[in-house]
């Protein structure tokens, strides 16, 4: 996790905790995300890893600790329309990539990318359009935008959320599982979009299954367990030398060795 | 809120509650007696009866429910039948809600037959004795909420038949706020008094539906 | 007295006049009682909890007793507060409110039966909570529970019949105009049926349209 020095990270959590009820989900986390760096983050099915991307765009808010985006405060004590103001802001500045896509089915992928640059960041309908035009081509099938979500696959359904995510010019992209869903010969068309956006230069936290994606394309792997995480490493060491007992029965797990 | 005034209104208003569940009653029992004919009529093999129970369901349920009243009681000396005014409301009142009724319970009879009546005919049930042993029993349970929604739309049908002068719950606080020039407490007593009927319908059908349940 | 038909064409115009303001009546009725409808749901789903319970009883209050009395009590009881409104108005306002408790019920079951990603990936773009239910939440649950929404739009126009008695001039009024001059109610009454009849199947094409282009954007 090392960062250009003099500079803020772009992601700082400190001692996150979160319970739901009784649950302890997230039990002290510490992870600083570098400008530009990509984390994946592997454990086990229920460790806390989407409740730890959720709380930092906000989705979730923490019991105790602090997430500083680009060294602003994320969770702030706020109520009522200081924290709509503050989450909505905070929002822009986050692409969120879901598991279960979640386009919205009611609109064309063309209005899909185009509605939050026009209702939250104000672009005119040109403007917007034009806008998610650019980046239906980065995901590789402008030839798409008349068409409604359920008449694509589920690997194109995915980078049309990648592109809607970032038509608001997100500072960080998280993606939740991204390629869960997917029937496998659809994988590769997702992940290779995301290696070009670790290519240009975006800071990603990766929520992950796919080690080889993590091996290629991480800077840092981060095993978490229990609400922890439990080692941060370059996947090189990683791989090789994972210390703890419970890193290792994972990676021998889902290696399949 | 005048409580002497409730006070003296309320004996009235207790009276025309009486009425609004005897008519709400005696439509109900005309009603689900229709409906099973025109159910009947609709799930028959013959072309004639099916056209004939279509067209009552769609003709019913496609006119407003007043109109008929209407025609029944002005109407209905022109072509020979001269009802008094509560007999006209049970026999309106009942022949539209039986329209709605007949398809609640076709409805029902069309959910579990499809595969069960099959299964019933290769056991060497004729088709009438696989509806009355297999297929009836099974809908009937199937029949209770649909026809429960429709009893409770009918206490609130009831009071149409305060446009054809039939003393009810309606009728009398129509009457009464004008009268009284009191609209607020007379509504009040008399929405109260149709909360507490359709409160006990409900838990009276809520009942039913589970004695019924299986298992 | 045998039954005589050609009575009718006489008044085809006061039936015709009826016929349209029962129309007018239906179509004001029914965009009140969507608009409001919506209103409720919000209100319910996400308003502040003081809120609740006065309009899930106002609410309970217009289902749970018969749109006579309430149309009854509008009439009169708007004038006993000294507020003095066309009778136009009541009857819109009467039927309007009263199906606006009925499609609350459905618009709030609609926006719940959504799954919650919706909202979530709204917000995560940075939508406000209204952007993320007006662009969002909202095209869905309407598009989802168009086909029982229609149907109590269908019902809106047959209760509309009732305004007749605070006086609205609309279709049944039409006809006991008819009755009153030429003392044939049965001529008149079925007059008004098929016209309500045809008025009934206008609407469910209408309707069936709109489903099925509803049913296309899914
Ligand atoms: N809103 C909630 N209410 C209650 N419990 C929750 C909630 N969200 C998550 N949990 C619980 O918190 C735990 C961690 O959930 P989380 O989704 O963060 O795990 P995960 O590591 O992403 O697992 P998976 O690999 O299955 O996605 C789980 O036990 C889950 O049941
Ligand atoms: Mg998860």
Known sequence: MS?????????????????????????????????????????????????????????????????????????????????????????????????????????????????APMRARGLDRQEARALATTYLERVHIPEQAQKYPAQLSGGQQQRVAIARALCMRPKIMLFDEPTSALDPEMIKEVLDVMVELAEDGMTMIVVTHEMGFAREVADTIAFMDHGRIVEALPPAQFFTAARTERAQLFLSRILGH | MDIGLIARLLPHFLQAAGLTILISTLALALGLAVAAGIAAARLSPSRVLRGFGAAYVSLIRGTPCLIQLFLIYFGGPQVGITPGPFAAGVIGLGLNIAAYMAEAIRGAILAVDRGQ????????????????????????????????????????????????SVVELTYTAQRLIGSTYRPFEVFGIAALLYLVIIHTLRRGIDRLDRAYAPG | MGLDFTVLADYRGVLALGAWWTAVLTLAAAALSLGAGILVALALLHGPRWLALPVRGLAGLFMGTPLLLQLFLIYFGLAQLGIDIPVLAAGILGLGLHFAAYNAEVIRAGIGALEAGQAEAARSLGLSRMQAMRHVILPQALRDTAPPLGGNMIALLKESSLVSVIGITELVHAAQRGISETYRPFEFYIAAAAVYYVLNLLMEAALGRIERRAEASR
């Not at chain 1, 109520?79 to 009611?106: C, D, K, S, T, Y």
């Not at chain 2, 297999?134 to 909420?145: D, G, H, K, S």
């Open chain 2, 117 to 164: 009546s099959e299964a019933a005919r290769s056991l060497g049930f004729s088709r009438g004795q696989a509806m009355r042993r297999v297929i009836l029993p099974q809908a009937a349970r199937l029949m209770i909420r649909p026809l429960g929604v429709n009893a409770i739309a009918l206490v609130k049908g009831s009071s149409l038949v305060a446009t054809i």
């Open chain 1, 3 to 115: 960062d250009a020095p003099g500079r803020t990270p772009m992601i700082e959590v400190r001692g996150a905790r979160k319970a739901f009820g009784a649950a302890e989900v997230l039990r002290g986390i510490d992870l600083t995300v570098g400008r530009g760096e990509i984390v994946a983050i592997i454990g086990p099915s229920g460790s806390g890893k989407s409740t730890l991307l959720r709380a930092i765009n906000h989705l979730e808010t923490l019991d105790a600790g602090e997430i500083r985006l680009d060294g602003r405060r994320v969770n702030l004590p706020l109520r009522g329309r200081a924290f709509e103001r503050h989450v909505n802001a905070l929002r822009r500045q986050i692409g969120m990539v879901f598991q279960q896509f979640n386009l919205f089915p009611h609109l064309s992928v063309l209005d899909n990318l185009a509605l």
